[in-house]
């Protein structure tokens, strides 16, 4: 495997269900990303790892919960979602070398989520 | 509030034309800035990066920032259908702190 994977590709769930979105990055990066991208609005930043420390948290709902193990594995736990939850999720990993040096980030395929 | 802000488009060139995208930020400490392209249904694949003013070129694609005016640009010679796509620009502040915008679709005509 190369690159940053994510599973699953696709996903439906109910509002009631509790499910798990996992991300593996194969580029000896230090900073994985939790994206969400809806129609027609930018992409918006949900949660940060870096050396597998969360430093941001954009004011996501509590109903998503992310998980960083390691540098190299990334989850995003979804409960009682909304159907406004529905979106495509990508994953994305950088490099960051000091802390202020901002590095492009490398995304994976992204799961297509669809709460009903 | 941190904002992005492109043309959505469509954006429409023949090929073999130069495709000219163009992206303002508000935010004044902004120190890096990326140009990604997203094909219909895929994630974004990076293209170009550029920290500095001037231009930055990379084959066929040239990044141009103006941190004076808050204005980056894409221009892309000799356009090929295959450059059809959404372009996406990114911006980042500090740290880990990316924003992107919504957007520019190109459509390159045959």
């Known amino acids: 495997e190369t690159g940053v994977t994510q599973t699953p590709r696709h996903l439906v769930m109910g509002m009631t269900n509790k499910k798990s979105l996992k991300c593996e990055q194969h580029?000896?990066?230090?900073?994985m990303y939790w994206y969400k991208q809806s129609a027609k609005k930018p992409l918006e930043l949900m949660f940060v790892y870096n050396f597998k420390e969360q430093t941001e948290n954009n004011s996501v709902p509590s109903r998503f919960s992310p998980e960083c193990p390691n540098s190299s594995h990334l989850f995003l736990h979804l409960h009682t979602l909304q159907p406004e939850d529905s979106a495509l999720y990508l994953c994305?990993?950088?490099?960051?070398?000091?802390?202020?040096?901002?590095?492009?980030?490398?995304f994976g395929p992204g799961t297509r989520l669809t709460v009903l | 509030q941190k904002e992005v802000e492109q043309n959505s488009g469509p954006l429409s060139v023949p090929e073999g034309a130069i495709a000219s995208l163009n992206c303002t930020y508000s935010?004044?400490?902004?120190?890096?800035f990326f140009w990604y392209r997203q094909y219909s249904g895929k994630s974004p694949e990076l293209i170009m990066f550029i920290y500095s003013n001037g231009d930055k070129e990379d084959g066929r694609f040239t990044a141009q920032l103006n941190k004076a005016s808050q204005y980056v640009s894409l221009l892309i010679r000799d356009s090929q259908p295959s450059d059809s796509a959404t372009y996406l620009c990114a911006v980042s502040v500090h740290g880990n702190q990316f924003y992107f915008g919504t957007g520019t679709s190109l459509t390159v005509i045959p």
């Open positions: 935010d004044r400490g902004s120190q890096s």
């Open positions: 994305a990993s950088s490099q960051v070398l000091a802390r202020t040096t901002n590095n492009e980030q490398f």
């Open positions: 580029l000896g990066h230090n900073a």
